[in-house]
């Protein structure tokens, strides 16, 4: 088996087992062990994340801990089928709460009854227990029920993340607004406010953080804890990719790499620029950091969003507009323009099947050629309010059936055809008669012909 750094036990724990302390602990270590080598698939010998390791290892420890202080059993190294079963029937029945008394959410309680299944999973393969699944399914929340944005709505929102935050005029401010704003500029800066100058409203209103995690998050459609996790060497200028690593992602992704178009290029090379000059990027390689200083979370993420549909006048008063709209929206784009193959490649679905229920390898040019026609078919449905994004282009609005501007002539203009107009051709027969010839000026001018 491969080194690790052991995995202890909490204090909590470690107290409520007491002499039985270092059995639990030498158990969870080996569980711990098992999943980084083998915990995806043991017969293939397919290791999980170390990420999702971690995590499944907190929480069974958390079940431990649940367990002694509900059941008090005579056995207290090991879980039972019948405790894993009324452990997930009182999170349904949220009679097991958060240590601030408030329920597990519904992603909360799927990754309890997620760990409890690994862990019976691992006792299989030990030969020591059969294997388990729980009677109750719970679903991600905000993932299964969020809403999706339209074509026009996702450019709606790419344009308003461009504009959030914009200051007025230096010059064109009270000073009593001026003091205000001096306190915002301050705050984004991350500077004391008697040091505002000029220049910094500059500064302040011309960043590209929110523009480019906005452009980043349509395109790749990165999840609440990848926003989190997410480093400047995540970004690949050379290639203009973005790199999740199997360590860093939320989930088991089959694929780490993901195209970004030029634009989302354009912004991620001005962001990482810019980012250099604010002190509280100073010492980490974070890639956004919210207006704290903190890595973002899914409550402000959701919070921003919701900012920006109010900025861009997209009405979410009865729609669950959350930050997995985004990417709901980038999947459901993809699979409308290209097809589900390429949906399931730039959302890492592990499975097409997957990709299916909520909407064949292809290369990164190809995807990124997709996310090109994606984003020049939102700005059609903003601008052309004739453009149907769901119609073939054959059916979209032309020249002929398009009401046009009339050419107006100046008093300069003439009649006559551009240099480089091309002749115009006509077959007919004419008489060589003056008569017929005048005729024929005649209908050629009055464009009867």
């Not at 949220?94 to 519904?106: K, M």
């Not at 230096?170 to 607004?177: G, I, L, P, V």
């Not at 178009?261 to 919210?290: A, I, P, S, V």
């Amino acid at each position: 088996m491969p080194d690790h750094q052991p995995k202890p036990i909490t204090n909590a724990l470690a107290e409520l087992l007491g002499d039985d302390a270092s059995r639990v602990q030498s158990d969870l270590d080996e569980f711990y062990n098992w999943m980084l080598t083998k915990g995806k698939n043991p017969n293939r010998r397919q290791p999980l994340s170390s990420s999702l390791s971690e995590n499944y290892h907190a929480r069974v420890d958390q079940v431990f801990r649940f367990v002694i202080d509900r059941f008090d059993p005579s056995d207290r190294t090991e879980l039972t089928h019948d405790q894993a079963d009324l452990i997930v029937k009182w999170l349904d029945r949220d009679e097991i709460c958060t240590q601030s008394g408030d329920p597990y959410s519904e992603t909360s309680k799927r990754k309890f009854a997620d760990a409890l299944q690994k862990y019976f999973a691992w006792k299989h393969d030990q030969n020591e227990a059969e294997k388990w699944r729980p009677r109750i399914n719970f679903t991600d929340g905000e993932h299964e029920h969020a809403d999706k944005l339209n074509f026009e709505e996702r450019w709606q929102v790419l344009q308003a993340a461009k504009e959030y935050g914009s200051l007025p005029s230096y010059y064109e401010t009270s000073e009593e607004e001026r003091n205000k704003i001096d306190s915002l500029v301050a705050q984004r800066l991350g500077k004391p406010k008697a040091e505002v100058t000029r220049k910094d409203w500059e500064r302040a209103d011309t960043s590209n953080k929110v523009a480019s995690l906005i452009a980043v998050a349509l395109e790749t459609g990165i999840i609440p804890v990848e926003v989190e996790r997410a480093r400047t060497d995540w970004y690949d200028a050379k290639r203009n990719i973005l790199k999740i690593t199997k360590e860093d992602a939320g989930k088991d992704r089959p694929t780490t790499e993901l195209p970004l178009t030029d634009g989302t290029g354009e912004l991620m090379g001005k962001w990482l620029q810019e980012r250099r000059h604010y002190e509280k990027y100073d010492g980490t390689n974070r890639l956004w950091l919210n207006r704290d200083g903190n890595p973002y979370n899914s409550k402000n993420l959701c919070y921003l969003l919701r900012r920006l549909c109010d900025e861009a006048g997209i009405d979410h008063e009865n729609r669950n507009i959350v930050w997995y709209s985004l990417r709901h929206n980038l999947g459901q784009s993809i699979e409308e323009t290209e097809g589900v193959s390429q949906a399931r490649d730039q959302l890492r679905h592990e499975h097409i099947e997957t990709t299916k229920k909520t909407y064949a390898e292809s290369t990164i040019e190809s995807r990124r050629h997709t996310l090109e026609k994606v984003n020049e078919t939102a700005r059609r449905a903003v601008e052309d309010p004739e453009f149907n994004p769901y119609a073939d282009e054959s059916q979209q609005p032309t020249r002929e059936n398009t009401p046009q501007e009339p050419v107006r002539k100046t008093q300069n203009e003439t009649s006559a055809p551009a240099a480089d107009t091309p002749p115009t051709h006509i077959d007919a027969v004419i008489d060589d008669t003056q008569e017929d010839r005048a005729d024929l000026a005649q209908k050629i001018l009055s464009e009867e012909i």
